[in-house]
Protein backbone atom coordinates (compact mmCIF):
# COMPACT_ATOMS: atom_id res chain seq x y z
CA UNK A 1 0.00 0.00 0.00
CA UNK A 2 1.16 3.59 -1.08
CA UNK A 3 2.15 5.79 1.76
CA UNK A 4 -0.59 8.38 2.64
CA UNK A 5 -0.68 11.30 2.24
CA UNK A 6 -2.49 13.57 5.00
CA UNK A 7 -2.48 16.72 2.27
CA UNK A 8 -5.61 14.83 0.28
CA UNK A 9 -7.74 14.60 3.59
CA UNK A 10 -10.19 17.79 3.12
CA UNK A 11 -9.45 20.94 5.23
CA UNK A 12 -11.90 23.13 7.36
CA UNK A 13 -12.31 26.19 7.92
CA UNK A 14 -12.95 27.17 11.71
CA UNK A 15 -14.28 29.74 11.56
CA UNK A 16 -17.33 28.24 9.21
CA UNK A 17 -17.04 24.04 10.13
CA UNK A 18 -15.97 24.31 13.66
CA UNK A 19 -14.76 20.32 14.47
CA UNK A 20 -13.84 18.68 17.69
CA UNK A 21 -11.22 16.42 17.91
CA UNK A 22 -10.19 15.17 21.72
CA UNK A 23 -6.54 12.82 21.63
CA UNK A 24 -5.03 11.22 24.33
CA UNK A 25 -1.20 11.65 24.70
CA UNK A 26 -0.78 13.89 21.67
CA UNK A 27 2.48 15.45 23.26
CA UNK A 28 4.73 13.09 21.76
CA UNK A 29 5.87 10.65 19.47
CA UNK A 30 2.60 9.23 17.08
CA UNK A 31 -0.06 11.50 19.20
CA UNK A 32 2.19 14.55 18.39
CA UNK A 33 2.24 14.56 14.35
CA UNK A 34 -1.15 13.23 14.86
CA UNK A 35 -2.34 16.30 16.35
CA UNK A 36 0.06 18.41 14.19
CA UNK A 37 -1.79 17.32 10.66
CA UNK A 38 -5.24 17.97 12.29
CA UNK A 39 -4.40 21.11 13.35
CA UNK A 40 -2.82 21.54 10.06
CA UNK A 41 -6.31 20.65 8.46
CA UNK A 42 -8.46 23.37 10.91
CA UNK A 43 -9.47 20.96 13.76
CA UNK A 44 -9.96 22.62 17.24
CA UNK A 45 -8.20 20.20 19.39
CA UNK A 46 -7.85 19.26 22.99
CA UNK A 47 -4.74 17.63 24.08
CA UNK A 48 -5.04 15.40 27.05
CA UNK A 49 -2.07 14.47 28.90
CA UNK A 50 -0.87 14.12 32.49
CA UNK A 51 1.44 17.09 32.56
CA UNK A 52 0.80 20.71 31.74
CA UNK A 53 4.50 21.52 31.39
CA UNK A 54 4.66 18.98 28.69
CA UNK A 55 1.65 19.49 26.62
CA UNK A 56 2.00 22.96 26.52
CA UNK A 57 5.70 22.74 25.31
CA UNK A 58 4.49 20.77 22.71
CA UNK A 59 1.33 22.82 21.59
CA UNK A 60 4.41 25.80 21.62
CA UNK A 61 6.22 23.01 19.35
CA UNK A 62 3.51 22.32 17.12
CA UNK A 63 2.68 25.66 16.27
CA UNK A 64 5.84 26.62 15.26
CA UNK A 65 6.30 23.60 13.09
CA UNK A 66 2.82 24.33 11.49
CA UNK A 67 3.83 28.23 10.75
CA UNK A 68 7.14 26.73 9.06
CA UNK A 69 4.91 24.15 7.06
CA UNK A 70 2.53 27.05 6.40
CA UNK A 71 4.95 29.64 4.95
CA UNK A 72 6.52 26.69 2.69
CA UNK A 73 2.87 26.34 1.08
CA UNK A 74 3.01 26.05 -2.73
CA UNK A 75 0.37 28.49 -4.45
CA UNK A 76 -2.26 25.92 -5.41
CA UNK A 77 -2.31 25.12 -1.41
CA UNK A 78 -2.86 28.40 -0.71
CA UNK A 79 -5.58 29.06 -2.97
CA UNK A 80 -7.08 25.74 -1.15
CA UNK A 81 -7.74 28.13 1.69
CA UNK A 82 -6.15 26.08 4.10
CA UNK A 83 -6.67 27.25 7.77
CA UNK A 84 -5.02 26.31 10.98
CA UNK A 85 -6.80 24.76 13.88
CA UNK A 86 -6.36 26.20 18.12
CA UNK A 87 -4.83 23.64 20.41
CA UNK A 88 -5.95 23.14 24.20
CA UNK A 89 -4.62 21.53 26.75
CA UNK A 90 -7.29 19.20 28.94
CA UNK A 91 -6.11 17.70 32.21
CA UNK A 92 -5.97 13.84 32.43
CA UNK A 93 -4.24 10.75 34.07
CA UNK A 94 -5.24 7.74 33.08
CA UNK A 95 -3.89 5.87 35.98
CA UNK A 96 -6.75 7.72 38.08
CA UNK A 97 -10.32 6.63 37.02
CA UNK A 98 -11.39 10.28 38.78
CA UNK A 99 -9.16 12.24 36.48
CA UNK A 100 -10.55 10.85 33.72
CA UNK A 101 -13.96 11.13 34.44
CA UNK A 102 -13.04 14.90 35.66
CA UNK A 103 -11.25 15.05 31.83
CA UNK A 104 -14.72 14.02 30.91
CA UNK A 105 -16.79 16.32 32.74
CA UNK A 106 -14.39 19.34 31.83
CA UNK A 107 -14.54 18.08 28.02
CA UNK A 108 -18.93 18.38 28.24
CA UNK A 109 -18.84 21.71 30.18
CA UNK A 110 -16.89 23.66 27.10
CA UNK A 111 -17.91 22.03 24.11
CA UNK A 112 -21.10 21.24 22.74
CA UNK A 113 -20.00 18.28 20.73
CA UNK A 114 -17.30 16.01 19.81
CA UNK A 115 -16.13 14.80 15.92
CA UNK A 116 -13.05 13.07 17.19
CA UNK A 117 -12.18 10.73 19.67
CA UNK A 118 -8.13 9.24 19.40
CA UNK A 119 -7.29 7.24 22.48
CA UNK A 120 -3.60 7.58 21.78
CA UNK A 121 -2.34 7.00 25.17
CA UNK A 122 -0.20 3.98 26.13
CA UNK A 123 2.66 2.19 27.64
CA UNK A 124 4.29 -0.71 27.14
CA UNK A 125 6.02 -3.90 28.43
CA UNK A 126 6.36 -2.05 32.03
CA UNK A 127 7.11 -4.20 35.01
CA UNK A 128 3.90 -5.45 36.83
CA UNK A 129 2.57 -2.60 39.59
CA UNK A 130 -0.92 -1.66 40.37
CA UNK A 131 -2.68 1.61 39.83
CA UNK A 132 -4.36 3.42 42.56
CA UNK A 133 -7.97 2.05 41.38
CA UNK A 134 -6.39 -1.39 41.88
CA UNK A 135 -5.84 -2.62 38.55
CA UNK A 136 -2.97 -3.88 36.72
CA UNK A 137 -0.83 -0.61 35.26
CA UNK A 138 -1.14 -1.53 31.28
CA UNK A 139 -4.33 -3.06 31.42
CA UNK A 140 -5.87 0.68 33.05
CA UNK A 141 -3.88 2.87 31.08
CA UNK A 142 -4.37 1.28 27.54
CA UNK A 143 -7.62 0.15 28.34
CA UNK A 144 -9.90 0.72 31.23
CA UNK A 145 -9.82 3.93 31.49
CA UNK A 146 -9.77 4.92 27.28
CA UNK A 147 -13.16 2.22 27.66
CA UNK A 148 -14.40 5.17 30.16
CA UNK A 149 -13.57 8.00 28.78
CA UNK A 150 -15.02 7.09 25.60
CA UNK A 151 -18.07 5.79 27.26
CA UNK A 152 -18.74 9.39 29.07
CA UNK A 153 -18.08 11.38 26.16
CA UNK A 154 -20.65 8.98 23.69
CA UNK A 155 -23.30 11.74 24.89
CA UNK A 156 -20.75 14.69 23.12
CA UNK A 157 -19.96 12.17 20.14
CA UNK A 158 -23.90 11.45 19.21
CA UNK A 159 -24.20 15.12 19.16
CA UNK A 160 -22.36 15.15 16.47
CA UNK A 161 -23.68 13.03 14.45
CA UNK A 162 -27.05 15.02 15.21
CA UNK A 163 -25.32 18.25 14.09
CA UNK A 164 -23.43 16.82 11.05
CA UNK A 165 -25.51 13.38 9.61
CA UNK A 166 -23.60 12.99 6.47
CA UNK A 167 -19.83 13.10 8.77
CA UNK A 168 -19.98 10.60 11.22
CA UNK A 169 -18.14 11.40 14.60
CA UNK A 170 -15.18 8.78 15.42
CA UNK A 171 -13.43 7.01 17.44
CA UNK A 172 -9.74 5.61 17.32
CA UNK A 173 -8.18 3.61 19.52
CA UNK A 174 -4.12 2.76 18.72
CA UNK A 175 -4.12 -0.54 19.56
CA UNK A 176 -0.57 -2.65 18.80
CA UNK A 177 0.38 -5.23 16.83
CA UNK A 178 1.42 -6.94 20.20
CA UNK A 179 -2.26 -7.71 20.56
CA UNK A 180 -1.54 -11.14 18.92
CA UNK A 181 0.87 -11.94 22.56
CA UNK A 182 -2.91 -12.89 23.64
CA UNK A 183 -3.07 -15.83 22.31
CA UNK A 184 -6.20 -17.55 24.46
CA UNK A 185 -9.25 -15.58 26.10
CA UNK A 186 -7.66 -15.55 29.43
CA UNK A 187 -9.62 -14.69 32.29
CA UNK A 188 -9.28 -10.69 32.60
CA UNK A 189 -8.78 -10.91 36.35
CA UNK A 190 -5.37 -12.52 35.55
CA UNK A 191 -2.51 -9.67 35.97
CA UNK A 192 0.47 -12.59 34.95
CA UNK A 193 2.34 -11.54 37.48
CA UNK A 194 4.67 -14.46 37.20
CA UNK A 195 8.49 -14.82 36.44
CA UNK A 196 10.09 -13.62 34.57
CA UNK A 197 8.61 -10.37 34.03
CA UNK A 198 10.44 -9.86 30.92
CA UNK A 199 8.08 -12.51 29.07
CA UNK A 200 4.58 -12.15 30.75
CA UNK A 201 4.93 -7.83 30.75
CA UNK A 202 3.82 -8.71 26.39
CA UNK A 203 1.11 -10.95 27.62
CA UNK A 204 0.17 -7.77 29.89
CA UNK A 205 0.42 -5.58 27.16
CA UNK A 206 -0.80 -7.94 24.26
CA UNK A 207 -4.15 -8.34 26.90
CA UNK A 208 -5.24 -4.61 27.17
CA UNK A 209 -4.78 -4.09 23.39
CA UNK A 210 -6.80 -6.97 22.22
CA UNK A 211 -9.43 -5.45 24.77
CA UNK A 212 -9.11 -2.24 23.09
CA UNK A 213 -9.85 -3.81 19.84
CA UNK A 214 -12.87 -5.83 21.74
CA UNK A 215 -14.00 -2.57 23.17
CA UNK A 216 -14.19 -0.34 18.98
CA UNK A 217 -16.20 -3.38 18.09
CA UNK A 218 -18.26 -3.60 21.08
CA UNK A 219 -18.82 -0.04 20.55
CA UNK A 220 -19.42 -0.09 17.26
CA UNK A 221 -22.49 -2.69 17.62
CA UNK A 222 -24.08 -0.62 20.31
CA UNK A 223 -23.57 3.09 18.90
CA UNK A 224 -23.95 2.55 15.21
CA UNK A 225 -23.94 6.30 14.52
CA UNK A 226 -19.92 6.50 15.77
CA UNK A 227 -17.20 5.08 13.14
CA UNK A 228 -15.00 3.06 15.50
CA UNK A 229 -11.84 1.45 14.24
CA UNK A 230 -8.39 0.20 16.03
CA UNK A 231 -5.13 0.77 14.56
CA UNK A 232 -1.47 -0.64 14.72
CA UNK A 233 0.49 2.40 13.78
CA UNK A 234 3.64 0.15 12.66
CA UNK A 235 7.45 0.00 14.42
CA UNK A 236 7.83 3.43 15.85
CA UNK A 237 11.09 3.09 17.28
CA UNK A 238 11.76 6.79 18.32
CA UNK A 239 9.01 7.07 20.78
CA UNK A 240 8.98 7.31 24.41
CA UNK A 241 7.34 4.18 24.49
CA UNK A 242 10.66 1.85 24.36
CA UNK A 243 12.16 4.61 27.48
CA UNK A 244 11.53 2.47 30.29
CA UNK A 245 13.88 -0.29 28.62
CA UNK A 246 16.37 2.48 27.09
CA UNK A 247 16.87 3.76 30.42
CA UNK A 248 17.80 0.28 32.85
CA UNK A 249 21.13 1.19 33.46
CA UNK A 250 23.78 -1.14 31.69
CA UNK A 251 21.57 -3.44 29.92
CA UNK A 252 19.66 0.51 28.70
CA UNK A 253 22.31 0.79 26.05
CA UNK A 254 21.71 -2.82 24.57
CA UNK A 255 17.83 -2.35 24.11
CA UNK A 256 18.51 0.66 22.40
CA UNK A 257 20.97 -0.51 19.77
CA UNK A 258 18.39 -3.59 20.07
CA UNK A 259 15.23 -1.48 19.11
CA UNK A 260 17.53 1.25 16.06
CA UNK A 261 18.28 -2.05 13.90
CA UNK A 262 14.99 -3.49 15.15
CA UNK A 263 13.40 -0.18 13.50
CA UNK A 264 16.34 0.29 10.75
CA UNK A 265 14.73 -3.29 8.96
CA UNK A 266 11.19 -2.94 9.95
CA UNK A 267 10.52 0.48 11.42
CA UNK A 268 8.57 3.48 10.02
CA UNK A 269 9.12 7.23 11.47
CA UNK A 270 7.13 8.74 13.95
CA UNK A 271 5.26 10.80 11.22
CA UNK A 272 4.33 7.99 9.05
CA UNK A 273 3.36 6.47 12.49
CA UNK A 274 0.31 9.16 13.18
CA UNK A 275 -0.57 7.98 9.11
CA UNK A 276 -2.89 5.12 9.65
CA UNK A 277 -4.51 6.93 12.66
CA UNK A 278 -4.82 10.04 10.77
CA UNK A 279 -6.37 8.31 8.02
CA UNK A 280 -9.08 7.30 10.24
CA UNK A 281 -9.44 10.57 11.62
CA UNK A 282 -9.89 12.45 8.40
CA UNK A 283 -10.49 9.65 4.96
CA UNK A 284 -13.70 10.98 3.81
CA UNK A 285 -13.95 7.06 1.85
CA UNK A 286 -14.02 5.52 5.72
CA UNK A 287 -17.69 4.81 6.56
CA UNK A 288 -20.33 3.05 8.74
CA UNK A 289 -21.32 0.81 6.73
CA UNK A 290 -18.43 -0.61 5.54
CA UNK A 291 -15.67 0.05 7.88
CA UNK A 292 -17.10 0.01 11.29
CA UNK A 293 -15.15 -2.22 14.21
CA UNK A 294 -12.31 -2.60 11.85
CA UNK A 295 -8.57 -2.74 12.63
CA UNK A 296 -6.18 -1.05 10.43
CA UNK A 297 -1.92 -1.09 10.21
CA UNK A 298 0.81 0.46 8.76
CA UNK A 299 -0.10 3.35 6.10
CA UNK A 300 -3.89 2.32 6.17
CA UNK A 301 -4.44 -1.05 5.46
CA UNK A 302 -7.10 -3.19 6.42
CA UNK A 303 -6.05 -6.28 8.35
CA UNK A 304 -8.00 -8.98 10.29
CA UNK A 305 -6.94 -9.08 13.79
CA UNK A 306 -5.73 -11.84 15.81
CA UNK A 307 -8.39 -14.85 16.31
CA UNK A 308 -9.42 -13.66 20.00
CA UNK A 309 -9.61 -9.83 18.69
CA UNK A 310 -12.29 -10.57 16.46
CA UNK A 311 -14.28 -12.76 18.38
CA UNK A 312 -17.68 -10.94 19.13
CA UNK A 313 -18.53 -13.48 21.86
CA UNK A 314 -15.02 -12.84 23.65
CA UNK A 315 -15.97 -8.89 22.76
CA UNK A 316 -19.06 -9.04 24.49
CA UNK A 317 -17.59 -10.76 27.95
CA UNK A 318 -14.69 -7.71 27.75
CA UNK A 319 -17.60 -5.07 27.61
CA UNK A 320 -19.57 -7.09 30.56
CA UNK A 321 -16.45 -7.46 32.65
CA UNK A 322 -15.22 -3.97 32.10
CA UNK A 323 -18.44 -2.73 33.12
CA UNK A 324 -19.03 -5.28 36.42
CA UNK A 325 -15.28 -3.75 37.08
CA UNK A 326 -16.06 -0.64 37.07
CA UNK A 327 -19.08 -0.72 38.61
CA UNK A 328 -17.43 -2.35 41.66
CA UNK A 329 -16.04 1.23 41.75
CA UNK A 330 -18.89 3.00 41.90
CA UNK A 331 -18.49 4.30 38.19
CA UNK A 332 -21.78 3.21 36.01
CA UNK A 333 -21.98 2.72 32.26
CA UNK A 334 -24.99 3.23 30.21
N1 LIG B 1 5.65 3.07 18.90
C1 LIG B 1 5.23 1.92 18.41
O1 LIG B 1 6.00 1.18 17.73
C2 LIG B 1 3.84 1.45 18.65
C3 LIG B 1 3.44 0.22 18.09
C4 LIG B 1 2.15 -0.22 18.33
C5 LIG B 1 1.27 0.55 19.07
N2 LIG B 1 1.68 1.75 19.62
C6 LIG B 1 0.72 2.51 20.43
O2 LIG B 1 0.69 3.85 19.98
C7 LIG B 1 0.34 4.71 21.07
C8 LIG B 1 1.28 5.91 21.10
O3 LIG B 1 2.58 5.42 21.41
P1 LIG B 1 3.94 6.19 21.10
O4 LIG B 1 4.83 5.20 20.47
O5 LIG B 1 3.69 7.50 20.43
O6 LIG B 1 4.49 6.39 22.59
P2 LIG B 1 4.88 7.69 23.46
O7 LIG B 1 5.75 8.61 22.70
O8 LIG B 1 5.41 7.11 24.73
O9 LIG B 1 3.47 8.37 23.72
C9 LIG B 1 2.61 7.88 24.69
C10 LIG B 1 1.76 8.99 25.21
O10 LIG B 1 0.89 8.44 26.22
C11 LIG B 1 0.91 9.29 27.33
N3 LIG B 1 0.62 8.61 28.58
C12 LIG B 1 1.22 7.53 29.10
N4 LIG B 1 0.70 7.25 30.31
C13 LIG B 1 -0.26 8.17 30.55
C14 LIG B 1 -1.13 8.42 31.63
N5 LIG B 1 -1.13 7.68 32.75
N6 LIG B 1 -2.00 9.44 31.53
C15 LIG B 1 -2.01 10.23 30.44
N7 LIG B 1 -1.19 10.06 29.38
C16 LIG B 1 -0.32 9.04 29.46
C17 LIG B 1 2.34 9.86 27.37
O11 LIG B 1 2.33 11.02 28.15
P3 LIG B 1 3.64 11.49 28.99
O12 LIG B 1 4.46 12.29 28.03
O13 LIG B 1 3.05 12.30 30.10
O14 LIG B 1 4.33 10.26 29.46
C18 LIG B 1 2.57 10.11 25.88
O15 LIG B 1 2.05 11.35 25.51
C19 LIG B 1 0.37 3.85 22.33
O16 LIG B 1 -0.94 3.50 22.68
C20 LIG B 1 1.13 2.61 21.89
O17 LIG B 1 0.78 1.45 22.62
C21 LIG B 1 2.94 2.21 19.41
Redesign the pocket.
Known sequence: MAIIDPNTFPYIDPSKDRRVALI?????????YTVLHLYLHGYTIYV????RA?VNKSIDELKEKAAKIVSNYKLEEIREERYLGSLHFLE?????LS?VQNAAENLIAKEPYLNILI??????ALPYSLTPDGFEIQMQ??YI?PFLLTTKLVPLLEKAADLFPDEPPRVVY?????HHFMFSYFSLDSTFNYFPNILFTWLR?GMA?TCGIHFMKMLALRNPRILCMS???????N?????YWTRLPIFGIMFWCLFQIFGYFF?VS?ER?AYTSIRCCLDRNYNIQKDNGKYYVTDGSECPPSYVARNMDYAARTWIWTVKKLNERNISIP
Open positions: TGGNSGIGWAGRSRIDLFSSNNAGIMTNSLSSVGYKVHPGFVMTNLFSGNG
